[in-house]
C-alpha cells in the first residue's frame, strides 16, 4: 500500500468532472486501498479519487465513529440504516436514484484543511453503484453516512463543499486561503484541541 498526495483547493484537477470507471479488477482494487490508507492516514471520513489526482468516479468512505482512543467503533452512534452498510466502503460510478429529506451538517473537507461550513444535504439517499470488480449493488441510508456519500460525489463533478455554501461565506475562505495558505498541522491539532474543549 501506498500513501497518496492530497490535492488541495485551488488546484485546477478538482474542477475536473471525473470519467466513469469502466476497467474493474486489480488496478481498481490497488488504487481503493491506497486511497483508503491515505484517507486513514489524514484521520479522514471520505475521499474521492480526483482528490489525489485520479480523475475517475470512484470513493472511499469509513464514517464510523470511534472512541476516544480510536480503539473501537461505537456502533450506538450511528443510525439503524448507517449499521446496516458495511464500511469501509469501496463506490465506484455512484449515482443517487432517491433522495428524501433535508439535513444541515458541519462539513470540512481533506481538500480544504481547516474549514468548516454548514452545508444541506438530502436526509436519505438510495444510490445504485458498482464495486471494485464491476458488480451492481445498492446503498439506502442516512445520518453521516448519507451526508459523506452526497459530498464524495460532489467531487466527482468538480465540486466542493464550498460551492454549496453563500458566496459570503465561500469568498470568506477562499480570501483567507489565498492570503494566508492553510493552518500547518501544528495550527491544526490547536485548532482540534481548542474544539474539544469547548465541546467537553
Ligand atoms: C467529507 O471530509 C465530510 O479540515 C469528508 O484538518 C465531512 O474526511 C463528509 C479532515 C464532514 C461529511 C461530514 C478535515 C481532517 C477530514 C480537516 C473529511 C482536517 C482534518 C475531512
Ligand atoms: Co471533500
Redesign the pocket.
Known amino acids: 500500500m501506498a500513501r497518496l498526495k492530497i490535492l488541495t483547493f485551488p488546484d485546477p484537477r478538482l474542477k475536473e468532472v471525473s470519467l466513469p470507471v469502466e476497467k474493474f479488477g486489480a488496478e481498481m482494487e490497488l488504487l481503493a486501498n491506497d486511497m483508503l490508507e491515505t484517507?486513514y492516514d489524514?484521520?479522514?471520513?471520505?475521499?474521492a479519487a480526483p482528490q489525489v489526482g485520479h480523475l475517475k468516479r470512484f470513493l472511499v468512505?469509513d464514517?464510523r465513529p470511534k472512541d476516544d482512543q480510536g480503539r473501537r467503533y461505537k456502533y450506538d452512534e450511528m443510525t439503524d440504516l448507517e449499521q446496516q452498510v458495511q464500511q469501509p466502503l469501496f463506490v465506484a460510478n455512484p449515482r443517487i436514484v432517491k433522495g428524501e429529506g433535508k439535513q444541515n451538517?458541519?462539513?470540512?473537507?481533506?481538500s480544504?484543511?481547516?474549514?468548516?461550513e454548514t452545508?444541506e444535504r438530502f436526509n436519505y439517499i438510495e444510490l445504485e453503484a458498482e464495486d471494485v470488480n464491476g458488480q451492481t449493488f445498492t446503498i439506502k441510508t442516512d445520518g453521516?453516512l448519507a451526508?459523506?456519500l452526497?459530498?464524495?460525489m460532489d467531487h466527482l463533478d468538480g465540486k466542493l463543499?464550498i460551492d454549496r455554501i453563500s458566496f459570503v461565506k465561500s469568498n470568506k475562505i477562499k480570501g483567507q486561503i489565498k492570503k494566508h495558505g492553510y493552518?500547518t498541522q501544528e495550527e491544526?491539532l490547536k485548532?482540534?484541541s481548542d474544539r474539544e474543549k469547548v465541546e467537553a
Open positions: 484517507m489524514a484521520h479522514g471520513i471520505g475521499l468512505i464514517t451538517f458541519d462539513e470540512g473537507c481533506l480544504v484543511p481547516g474549514f468548516y452545508v453521516l451526508v459523506c452526497q459530498h464524495e463543499f493552518p491544526l485548532e482540534k
